[in-house]
């Protein structure tokens, strides 16, 4: 009997504790008591729930026997959190005065930085971060609450500047700034992070590139900054990637250098010429845009008419003239004067500026025939003002011949003698002494 009533006491016993436990059973009853009794470890990252807030700290509850203290100097200004919120926290002690568990919101910001950095870092992907500040070596940012570094050297904008702006003033205008970087090189048991922001663009233009080339068609239209000139023409930026306007191609004038028709910074549009996809290069053009010159030629011109024409270009055979820009034309060596010449140089010379008459015009061949010879002795109106032929310029300005020749300009008798010489060159019989001087050059 008394075995009997024994087993029902130590029965009666074990449905009591049972009682007593959480709702989940033993397995519950055992993780709190383990959570209660557990040693929180400095550098641990831990979530909890803000459970209080006031001017001096935060409390969390972490699953401790009490509540985690926050300092407030330890809650980042930017981020502040409310009441009820789960955040992530970083342990500075396991124990202070009162037994609480100590944390940081900052310091496990950037544990948590620390940890994307790594990742982002191993699988080559980009990050933003702020300019906070600068030194002599390059330019301090926060990228996900971890201080990193960009050197002088991996800054895109830093040439960028007028040449009278030194380097510590542009480091200082950066201040503020987002910047596109790229992890180069981090430790995260030294506190070492360096960022690239040129190797972050170069990817960065390098997929727009990928993006332009596959959707770019000839003919298409595009807006775009010159982004660099050279002697052979001036690189467009599309948005990604640069296209080139060759010199020929950046007007229907003549031009020598492309600063004649751009400058660096300029917003253009440009014609779309070609698409070499395997080479990743883009052909682009000025002058299409703006329609081809010799489509208006005989709406604009006609023959028999005066216009004022530039000297481009001299050659043996005569000169040739440009009437407005990708119109030109040629005198030929016959109609630039009255006296016999042996070279356009005794009339003309490059950059002169002179009234010519119109004698031909083949549009589809792209040619117009001048003539200097044939523009009448009355005056004319035309785009370079009234010209009378003759007018008080004395014996010469009848026949334009104002030049001496270029071998010798001082010695008359010298330029009288080449001019005989060559006129001899012509004659049947090779006489030159039978063969009259030119008036306009033997007089000089």
Known sequence: ???????????????????????????DWLAEHEQSVRQWRRGEVVEGVVVSADRDEFLVDIGAKSEAVVPLGEVPQTEVPSVGETVLAYVLSSEDQEGR???????????R???????????????????????????????????????????????????????????????????L?????????????????????????????????A????????????????????????????GLVHLSELSWGQVSHPSQVVKVGDRVEVYVVGVDRDNKKI????????????????DKYQVGQVVNGKITKLAAFGAFAEIEPGIEGLIHISELSEDR????????????????KIIRIEPSRHRLGLSLRQVEEEPYDYDGGEYTVGDDEGETAGTFSSYDDESDGSDGEAAGAV??????????????????????????
């Open 341 to 356: 010449i042996t070279h356009p140089k005794q009339v003309v010379r490059e950059g002169d500026e002179l009234p010519l």
């Open 113 to 179: 930085g620390w940890r994307n950095l790594q990742k982002r870092f191993e699988d080559g992907q980009t990050v933003e971060g702020e300019v906070v500040e600068h030194n002599k070596g390059g330019l301090v940012v926060n990228v996900e609450g971890v201080r990193g570094f960009v050197p002088l050297s991996q800054i895109a904008d830093l040439r960028r500047g007028s040449a009278d702006e030194s380097v510590e003033s542009r480091l200082e205008a950066m201040k503020g700034r987002t910047l």
């Open 101 to 111: 568990v100590v944390l940081s919101l900052t310091r496990a910001r950037a544990e």
């Open 419 to 444: 001019s005989v010489e060559a006129s001899g060159e012509d004659t049947p019989d090779g006489d030159a002494e039978e063969s009259p001087r030119p008036a306009s050059i033997a007089e000089s």
């Open 283 to 298: 052909a682009l053009s000025l002058k299409r845009l703006q329609g081809e010159p010799w489509s208006r030629v005989n």
């Open 215 to 242: 959707e770019l068609q000839p003919g298409d239209t595009r807006s775009g900054n010159v982004s660099s000139i050279c002697d052979f023409g001036a690189f467009v930026d599309l948005g990604g990637a640069d």
């Open 181 to 213: 970087l790229k992890v180069i090189e981090m430790n995260r048991r030294r506190n070492r992070l360096i960022l690239s922001e040129r190797a972050a663009l170069q990817e960065r233009r390098a997929r727009e590139k990928d993006r332009l080339l």
């Open 1 to 27: 009997m008394e075995e009997a009533g024994s087993g029902q006491e130590t029965q009666d016993q074990m449905n009591g504790a049972s009682a007593s436990l959480p709702p989940g059973g033993m397995g």
